[in-house]
């Protein structure tokens, strides 16, 4: 589904400020794949996301999705295969924009923008009939604006609104980070539930190792812009938080440095 | 004040709030500010004003100033997006480059529509004085064009143009490219402008190079106090504060240009200087209000 051969990724190559962020990566990920990413800050896991979305493009290597070299495409033309939810959760919603606006341009990408109404009375039904799902009462809500929502709300629309048209990737980049823990926990199962039902091959880079270990097929640990470890099924489900740890330790060869890579 | 002057002021509010309608669009749905309009007012004025002095009809020479407006405003979008140059720069250089082009479109600074047939005389109706005539024209073309703005907002397109100023990175995750936006909503909105510049000339009677200076602040200033009077809620509200505010702020012209200040008295050359201090008024009456607030609580 998605292949990335020999990636690299360097912010301001040649100045003094240069910083590569990815050294190299070469991961093949299957259709139906659920990955966990983990890694201290400064790994390269959100750089690698962006680069598959397209936000960035690298120095080296190349991106396939279904076996269409994608690398250079600008990221407004990826979209039409990616589907996304950024940390922050006021990053994947327009805020001066009601609900239901908001899930008509989700129910639209990847298609060009014309003059159809765009929202009609049959999508306020079909999105309503989506947001019931979630279970906040936001169904009755659709012509309020998203700023008068909360962080966890916004985090739980946008997640649906990735979802709204099919994505072939779906890529989450520690998209519970910034919510309080019961929000957290809500917005994680309403991921699980979504990729489940859907069966969409999905990237989600985490903090949180107990999350890494208990969500998906596959987990992939990253070190200073390399893939240090990646395991996948029964492995994966015998692998602990103390697993996890050993190995930064021993791959780092020094103590885990990062109290961010502690959160259990 | 009197009626005439009085009846001056909400022609003159009418014909510019279409401009403002304009100036909206990109200061605030797509959050880029643009210089052009200084320029496209007089292209606007220009293009009509030569064209019907060739035999044009005033309906189709309005026409053409709306598309040389979007030209002018595609340029801007298109140093501003293709180019990277900085908005504001990208729309300064082609207002200046527009100052040379309106003067080559006219062949002199200043063009005389005296005789000549505008659309007033062409929808004259015998019944109706001119004075209340010209602004139910203009009240019409603002009206029109604020509902085919509201309706255009509504659209997939529109929907797409405003998230590009509220959010431009969830648009691209959309699959929506930014850059085709700024380039549809510049021309839109230069386009509104144009034809505020060619109405202008028709009534007027004259097109001018230097009628366009001071065109952004008068709109922002409008914008601006449109908002704090009707709010700006929904599209519906925000489309509708552009007119009232362009009527609001042509009256408080005609008000301040009428008294007597002490020794002082106002003349229209001192407009741009009051304009200013409108919109420094205008827009730190908010912040303001937030420091009272914090001050009682």
Not at chain 2, 13 to 36: I, K
Not at chain 2, 156 to 181: C, E, F, K, W, Y
């Amino acid at each position: 589904m998605l292949q990335i051969t020999n990636l690299r990724k360097v912010f301001n190559e040649g100045s003094i400020n240069e910083m590569v962020a990815i050294r190299s990566i070469n991961c093949l990920v299957e259709k139906g794949d659920f990955i966990t990413v983990i890694g201290s800050n400064g790994a390269g896991k959100s750089t690698l996301l962006n680069l598959v979305a397209g936000t960035f493009t690298p120095n080296e290597g190349d991106i396939f999705i279904s076996g269409e070299r994608v690398t250079h495409w600008p990221e407004h033309r990826r979209a039409a295969y990616i589907g996304r939810v950024f940390q922050n959760p006021l990053s994947g919603t327009c805020a001066t924009m009601t609900i239901e606006e908001n899930f008509a341009l989700a129910g639209n990408r990847g298609k060009k923008p014309g003059l159809r109404w765009g929202v009609t009375r049959r999508d306020h039904k079909a999105f309503q009939e989506k947001i019931r799902l979630l279970g906040l009462g936001l169904e009755y809500r659709l012509k309020d604006r998203v700023g008068l929502l909360s962080g966890g709300q916004r985090q739980s629309l946008t997640l649906l609104m990735a979802t709204l048209q099919r994505p072939r990737i779906l890529l989450l980049d520690e998209h519970t980070a910034a919510l309080d823990p019961p929000t957290a926990a809500q917005v994680l199962k309403l991921t699980q539930e979504l990729i489940q039902e859907m069966g969409l091959t999905s990237i989600m880079v985490t903090h949180n190792m107990r999350h890494a270990l208990e969500l998906g097929n596959r987990l992939v640990m990253m070190h200073g812009g390399k893939i240090i470890l990646d395991v996948a099924g029964e492995e994966k489900r015998r692998l602990t938080v103390q697993d996890l740890l050993n190995e930064f330790a021993k791959l780092k060869g020094d103590a885990v440095a990062d109290d961010k890579m502690l959160l259990i | 004040m009197s009626f005439y002057t009085f009846m001056g002021s909400v022609e003159q509010g009418l014909v510019y709030a279409v401009m403002v309608l304009g100036v909206y669009l990109t200061f605030r749905v797509l959050d880029f500010p643009d210089l052009t309009v200084d320029g496209t007012l007089p292209l606007g004025a220009a293009v009509t004003g030569s064209l019907m002095l060739q035999g044009w009809d005033p309906f189709t020479s309005l026409g053409m100033a709306m598309l040389a407006g979007a030209l002018a405003g595609c340029v801007t979008g298109f140093l501003a997006t293709k180019l990277r140059i900085m908005s504001l720069l990208a729309s300064i250089i082609t207002m200046t480059a527009l100052y040379s082009i309106n003067i080559r479109i006219m062949g002199r600074p200043n063009l005389a529509l005296l005789n000549q047939t505008t659309i007033f005389d062409a929808l004259a109706v015998p019944a109706i004085p001119r004075f209340l005539l010209t602004p139910l024209i203009f009240l019409a073309v603002a009206g029109g064009c604020k509902l085919v703005l509201d309706l255009f907002l509504h659209t997939h397109l529109g929907l797409a143009l405003r998230g590009t100023g509220d959010n431009p990175q969830m648009i691209r995750s959309q699959g929506v490219s930014t850059d085709n936006m700024i380039l549809i909503g510049v021309s839109l909105s230069n386009a509104l402008v144009a034809l505020a510049g060619g109405l202008v000339a028709q009534s007027q009677g004259f097109a001018d190079v230097g009628m366009g200076i001071g065109t952004i602040v008068a709109g922002l200033a409008s914008v601006i106090l449109g908002e704090s009077l009707v709010g700006k809620e929904s599209v519906l509200r925000q489309t509708l504060s552009a007119i009232v505010g362009s009527l609001v702020y042509r009256f408080a012209i005609v008000v301040a240009l009428s008294y007597q200040v002490g020794f002082l008295r106002l003349t229209p050359s001192d407009l741009n200087l009051i304009t200013a201090v409108l919109v420094v008024v205008c827009l730190t009456i908010p912040m303001l209000r937030k420091r009272m607030r914090w001050k009682r609580a």
